[in-house]
């Protein structure tokens, strides 16, 4: 399904079976963890550890385009984590992604829906060009907006540092919000 950003390939994380399909339809190294999708800050919360700085990036950022990494909290069970002690969080600004999560309350996995380290797919006549055969329905809903992955900020450190670049740029993260200074 398309994202703000590119299309996803969406899987509920609490489902064992069709994330490790996320893996494999892609052709991912299982060591490698899967972003997820998540409906607001309330429910990411319930999925990694954020802190003040972290919480201010989502504020400002959320719903949009960037990914917050953040320490796995330990009630949080799913396969995504590729048993990692961290998880990429993101809250799209995409109706279509939150009306799928809204009535499950789970967070979905997120990762772009090409074949790993192949082009990115913007359209859902590239998902089908290169996985169109290994998955359900695509939800063909024009282009993806951004056509850009989203920016990933690591907040599991003293202070947040990017680790890859993406729609949101590096000057906008630490550029100071209006209001905050006096």
Not at 4 to 26: E, G, H, N, W
Not at 91 to 108: E, R
């Given at each position: 399904?398309p994202?703000?950003t ?10 064992a079976p069709a994330?490790q399909?996320?893996f494999?339809?892609k052709?991912r190294?299982?060591?490698r ?7 607001d800050?309330a429910?990411?919360?319930r999925i ?10 989502a ?5 949009g385009q960037?990914?917050l990494?953040?320490?796995r909290?330990?009630?949080f069970?799913?396969?995504a984590p590729?048993g ?8 799209p600004?995409n109706?279509v992604?939150l009306a ?8 979905v ?6 074949v ?6 913007v359209?859902?006549?590239?998902v089908?060009r290169?996985i ?5 329905p695509i939800?063909d809903a024009?282009?993806?907006r951004a056509?850009?992955?989203?920016t990933?900020?690591e907040c599991?450190?003293e202070s947040?540092?990017i680790?890859?670049?993406g729609?949101?740029?590096l000057e906008?993260i630490?550029a100071e919000?209006?209001g905050?200074?006096?």
């Amino acid at each position: 399904m398309p994202s703000d950003t590119l299309y996803a390939l969406c899987a509920a994380a609490s489902d064992a079976p069709a994330v490790q399909r996320v893996f494999d339809i892609k052709g991912r190294d299982r060591g490698r963890p899967l972003p997820l999708f998540v409906s607001d800050l309330a429910m990411a919360e319930r999925i990694g550890g954020f802190d003040e700085s972290s919480r201010r990036l989502a504020s400002r950022f959320w719903p949009g385009q960037l990914t917050l990494v953040a320490t796995r909290q330990p009630g949080f069970e799913s396969e995504a984590p590729a048993g990692g002690e961290t998880v990429g969080l993101r809250v799209p600004d995409n109706a279509v992604v939150l009306a799928v999560i809204a009535p499950t309350g789970d967070a979905v996995t997120g990762t772009s829906a090409n074949v790993s380290g192949g082009p990115d797919t913007v359209s859902a006549e590239e998902v089908r060009r290169q996985i169109g055969g290994h998955v359900d329905p695509i939800r063909d809903a024009g282009p993806a907006r951004a056509g850009v992955a989203s920016t990933i900020v690591e907040c599991t450190g003293e202070s947040p540092r990017i680790i890859r670049r993406g729609v949101v740029s590096l000057e906008c993260i630490e550029a100071e919000p209006a209001g905050e200074n006096g």
